[in-house]
């Protein structure tokens, strides 16, 4: 329960006053829960880049994943993330292969011209 004492903040992670937690502890918690679950040990900062590079993945647009991870531009994604992007191009040009042999493109290319 929040007392009068408590500080509305921007902070994820704070003391039941409201105040930020300190880095070293939240990664002490952090390594501590580690130990008691089957995943590799990576620093917490990590799952940011895990979640974007997923997302990604995944075909989010770069947009919303820029949003997401607060970014002043959707530039910084891509330039940070760019690595995540190669195969992501080979599924592009697979998925409009499909649509293209799905699709009866001599009615979609007669209504475009006019």
């Given at each position: 329960m929040i007392g009068?004492?408590?500080?509305?903040?921007?902070w994820v992670f704070t003391n039941e006053l409201g105040d930020p937690l300190s880095p070293n502890s939240v990664n002490t918690a952090w390594y501590r829960?580690?130990?008691?679950?089957?995943?590799?040990r990576i620093r917490?900062?990590?799952?940011r880049h895990t979640h974007a590079s997923l997302m990604l993945q995944?075909?989010?647009?770069?947009k919303i994943v820029s949003e997401r991870l607060g970014h002043a531009t959707v530039q910084i994604t891509l330039d940070t993330y760019s690595?995540?992007?190669p195969?992501?191009?080979r599924q592009a040009a697979d998925l409009f292969g499909e649509l293209l042999?799905?699709?009866n493109i001599r009615k979609t290319?007669?209504?475009h011209e006019g």
């Open positions: 009068s004492g408590y500080k509305v903040s921007d829960a580690l130990q008691n679950v089957d995943v590799p917490f900062h990590d799952l995944q075909g989010v647009n770069p690595h995540v992007l195969g992501l191009q042999r799905n699709t290319i007669s209504r």
